[in-house]
């Protein structure tokens, strides 16, 4: 057996195992000079000095010298209304944009709708909307409806739609076949085979994606407040203005405490609904 001319074989057959060609390195080598001179030039482009970075990690030391300790300040009832005024925005406009999304989602699902034009279109739709920020709809409803919490309502309603039909439309195509088949032996129509077969499939998981939206709304809508939609977010910009850091900080942390409280309640919903993991044996 010769041995040359079997690893010659092999690597006629199998090149890749015997590494990189010379034009795959050289490749590698262009690839990764582009990135370094891309990520170089990002730095420059955005001036991002030592000497900035130094000067800016200063100024956030001294403002967090400021925050402590924490306190309310003479408004602290205003603070609880904001508060409460930014978790009933994320709730109000979560829940409207999930209730939308399902019909949605079922036309946009691939093992529903089988006219690919109609779903190829609803979910182009669906992408413009996704490309558009929710501080953009805020800014936009603002103008609309005016100041208040009813535009943050709006932009997080308006935002969400999009993204929750794609989310729903997933888990349904994923959604197992035999259930809505065995609704249509037992005589159940297409309607039936998607109420009986299909919905009780995928209501959990579109319930526990709504849940994590609502959690993060409740910070989003923080931000939505500082253009004047409402919530917290205008109390953290009016003390921002006037250098109040104590309170700053003591709304960031009834912010922090508000959000674990909702990410703890969802997660026991969550649990009950879609059950706990049995245990190992």
Same mark, same amino acid.
């Given at each position: 057996?010769n $041995? +040359?001319?079997?690893?010659a074989?092999w690597?006629?057959?199998?090149?890749a195992?015997?590494?990189?060609?010379?034009?795959?390195?050289?490749?590698?080598?262009?690839?990764? $000079?582009?990135?370094?001179?891309?990520?170089?030039?990002?730095l420059?482009?955005?001036?991002? $000095?030592?000497?900035?970075?130094?000067?800016?990690?200063?100024?956030?030391?001294?403002?967090? @010298?400021?925050?402590?300790?924490p306190?309310?300040?003479e408004?602290? @009832?205003e603070?609880?209304?904001? &508060?409460?005024e930014?978790?009933?925005?994320a709730?109000?406009? $979560?829940? &409207?944009?999930?209730i939308?999304?399902?019909?949605l989602g079922?036309?946009?699902?691939?093992?529903?709708?089988?006219?690919?034009?109609?779903?190829?279109?609803?979910r182009?739709?669906?992408?413009?909307?996704r490309? @558009?920020?929710?501080?953009?709809?805020?800014?936009?409803?603002?103008?609309?409806?005016?100041?208040?919490?009813?535009?943050?309502?709006?932009?997080? =309603?308006?935002?969400?739609?999009?993204?929750?039909?794609?989310l729903?439309?997933?888990?349904?195509?994923?959604?197992?076949?035999?259930?809505?088949?065995?609704?249509?032996?037992?005589g159940?129509?297409r309607?039936a085979?998607?109420? =009986?077969?299909?919905?009780? +499939?995928?209501?959990?998981? &579109?319930?526990? +994606?709504?849940?994590?939206?609502?959690?993060?709304?409740?910070?989003?809508?923080?931000?939505l407040?500082?253009?004047?939609?409402?919530?917290?977010?205008? +109390?953290?910009?009016?003390?921002?203005?006037?250098?109040?850091?104590?309170?700053?900080?003591? /709304?960031?942390?009834? &912010?922090?405490?508000?959000v674990?409280?909702?990410?703890? /309640?969802?997660?026991?919903?969550?649990?009950?609904?879609?059950?706990?993991?049995?245990?190992?044996?």
């Amino acid at each position: 057996m010769n $041995t +040359q001319t079997d690893i010659a074989a092999w690597r006629a057959r199998m090149p890749a195992a015997f590494g990189a060609s010379a034009s795959r390195r050289a490749l590698r080598v262009i690839g990764w $000079t582009a990135f370094a001179a891309w990520l170089v030039g990002s730095l420059w482009w955005f001036d991002m $000095t030592p000497q900035r970075l130094w000067n800016g990690l200063s100024g956030l030391g001294t403002i967090v @010298v400021l925050m402590v300790p924490p306190s309310p300040g003479e408004q602290w @009832v205003e603070i609880l209304k904001g &508060m409460a005024e930014s978790v009933a925005m994320a709730f109000l406009g $979560t829940f &409207m944009a999930a209730i939308v999304a399902v019909p949605l989602g079922f036309l946009g699902a691939r093992n529903i709708v089988t006219a690919t034009l109609w779903r190829f279109s609803l979910r182009r739709v669906l992408d413009g909307f996704r490309g @558009v920020d929710q501080l953009i709809w805020a800014l936009a409803y603002v103008r609309a409806v005016g100041l208040g919490p009813l535009a943050g309502v709006l932009a997080i =309603f308006t935002a969400d739609i999009a993204v929750l039909a794609k989310l729903y439309a997933e888990a349904i195509e994923n959604a197992e076949k035999k259930q809505a088949e065995g609704v249509v032996a037992a005589g159940g129509g297409r309607l039936a085979a998607i109420r =009986f077969g299909i919905l009780p +499939q995928v209501a959990p998981v &579109m319930l526990a +994606q709504a849940l994590y939206f609502f959690e993060s709304n409740t910070r989003s809508a923080t931000i939505l407040g500082v253009v004047g939609a409402g919530g917290i977010g205008l +109390q953290i910009a009016e003390r921002i203005r006037v250098r109040h850091w104590d309170e700053v900080a003591f /709304i960031i942390l009834l &912010m922090i405490a508000t959000v674990a409280l909702i990410d703890f /309640i969802s997660g026991r919903i969550r649990r009950r609904l879609i059950g706990a993991q049995a245990p190992q044996h």
